[in-house]
C-alpha cells in the first residue's frame, strides 16, 4: 500500500508540473502572438499612413501645377 501511495504521489506530482509548465508555455505563446500582432498592425498604420501621405502629396502636386 506504501508503493502505491508514493506511485500516486509521483505521477500526481508529475502531472502538476507538466501541467504546470504548459501553461507557462502557454502564456509566452498568447503573450508573443499578442506582440506579433500589434507589430504587425503598427507596421501597416505606418503603411497606410505613407500611402495616404502620398496620395495626398500628388494630388496637391497636381493641384498647384494647374
Known sequence: M???AIFL???GTLLVLIGALL???GTFLI???ATLILTGLAL???GVFLLI???LGRGRTRSHSW
Request: charged share 10%; glycine share 6%.
Open 53 to 55: 501621405r502620398r496620395l
Open 2 to 4: 506504501t508503493v502505491l
Open 44 to 46: 501597416i498604420a505606418v
Open 9 to 11: 504521489f509521483v505521477i
Open 23 to 25: 501553461i507557462l508555455i
Open 31 to 33: 503573450t508573443l502572438g
